[in-house]
Nanobody, 126 residues
Framework: QVRLVESGGGSVQAGGSLRLSCAASRYTGSNYYVGWFRQAPGKEREGVAA???????RYADSVQGRFTISQDNAKNTLYLQMNSLKPEDTAMYYC????????????????????WGQGTQVTVSS
């Protein structure tokens, strides 16, 4: 079992930056893939960025070039650096970790993630 706790959310103006953190209760190294998801009111939870077992990264088209996912294994912490924020980035952001998926790509589907944090709210005003 892995417990995940997000932090770093807040309210910013369009064009601003935030860095989200996700602290894991124990090491989530090479056996796990990890990712960030978000859910806006009335919308489905969608994948934002992920790191696969082989350390490759993958981003949603909507955040490519603006967001950066990274992981500090020594601190058991996952990060999401968000730059050039837009009002459409407003959502609850969740970190997640998984073990079950063995496909060749970096998983971005919520269905293959096993452990979830409680979320941190990001609000971007225009």
């Amino acid at each position: 079992q892995v417990r995940l706790v997000e932090s770093g959310g807040g309210s910013v103006q369009a064009g601003g930056s935030l860095r989200l953190s996700c602290a894991a209760s124990r090491y989530t190294g090479s056996n796990y893939y990890v990712g960030w998801f978000r859910q806006a009111p009335g919308k489905e939870r969608e994948g934002v960025a992920a790191i696969g077992r082989d350390r490759r990264t993958r981003y949603a088209d909507s955040v490519q070039g603006r967001f950066t996912i990274s992981q500090d294994n020594a601190k058991n912490t996952l990060y999401l650096q968000m730059n050039s924020l837009k009002p459409e980035d407003t959502a609850m952001y969740y970190c997640a970790a998984g073990l079950r998926y063995y496909g060749g790509d970096v998983p971005m589907s919520r269905s293959v993630y096993d452990y979830w944090g409680q979320g941190t709210q990001v609000t971007v005003s225009s």
